[in-house]
């Protein structure tokens, strides 16, 4: 019976964790939009699988005060840094793109495509939001960032 105990214990101990996986539609019905646009409960370990249903555009994180168009690339200094690059789902296809999640802060995401058009029309993700950091709040300021070229 210990053995038994033991060998459970053991077996446990050394399976991985698994963390939970969240899907996001990009660009569902056409739209520019990721479904959902909220993504609450996220911690290092989870992560997020964007598919690209229409058109083509990428899911890339960004900042909170200047979202359109996010940057571009990431470090091995700054791994919260991520990019799907331009996906393009007009061949019928539907494209994957993983994005590892390793924080539970608020993160910002949008689609960087035509100089950040997309996100000005609010194409737009935000993991973990709070009140102060607010999808609405992250849209709004989409909605006036400067689209630069």
Known sequence: M???TLATAVTLAILPVLGVNFDVSVGANNGLIFAPNTISGAVAGDTITF???SRIHSATTTTFVNPCPPPLGGSSSSPDVFDS???DATTGSQPVSVM???TSDT?????RQAAGAHCQAGMLL????TAELSFSAFAQNAATDPLQN
Do not use: D, K, L, Y
């Open 126 to 129: 935000v993991v973990n939001p």
């Open 2 to 4: 210990r053995f038994a």
């Open 51 to 53: 598919t690209f249903v």
């Open 85 to 87: 690059g331009f996906q």
């Open 100 to 102: 590892n999640i390793t």
């Open 107 to 111: 993160q910002f995401i949008s689609c």
